[in-house]
Nanobody, 124 residues
Framework: QVQLVESGGGLVQAGGSLRLSCAASGRTFSSNAMAWFRQAPGKERDVVAA????????YYADSVKGRFSISRDNAKNTVYLQMNSLKPEDTAIYYCAAAATRRVVVPTTEYDYWGQGTQVTVSS
């Protein structure tokens, strides 16, 4: 069992930065691939970035490439999402998720554990 708690969301102006954190409980964190998803009102939940168990492989959605960076610290049971050059279209609830696999996975259905989400609002 893995429990996930996100933090770091908030209101920021376009062009600004935020860093999201996801703290995981349980001894299996280092066994899980991790990802950040987001869901805007009226839209589906989509993957933003994903990272393998070791941190050696990553995936980014085209819309965030070059602006967002995912990383993890297995000693601290934490995964991060550094978001730079934020745009109003990045406004959404951001969710952390864990998958019982070592490799990078993208589909929502691959993820077994989810956090409660943190709101990110980017003003123009």
């Amino acid at each position: 069992q893995v429990q996930l708690v996100e933090s770091g969301g908030g209101l920021v102006q376009a062009g600004g930065s935020l860093r999201l954190s996801c703290a995981a409980s349980g001894r299996t964190f280092s066994s899980n691939a991790m990802a950040w998803f987001r869901q805007a009102p009226g839209k589906e939940r989509d993957v933003v970035a994903a990272i393998s168990r070791s941190g050696g492989s990553t995936y980014y959605a085209d819309s965030v490439k070059g602006r967002f960076s995912i990383s993890r610290d297995n000693a601290k049971n934490t995964v991060y999402l550094q978001m730079n050059s934020l745009k109003p279209e990045d406004t959404a609830i951001y969710y952390c998720a864990a998958a019982a696999t070592r490799r990078v996975v993208v589909p929502t259905t691959e993820y077994d554990y989810w956090g409660q989400g943190t709101q990110v609002t980017v003003s123009s």
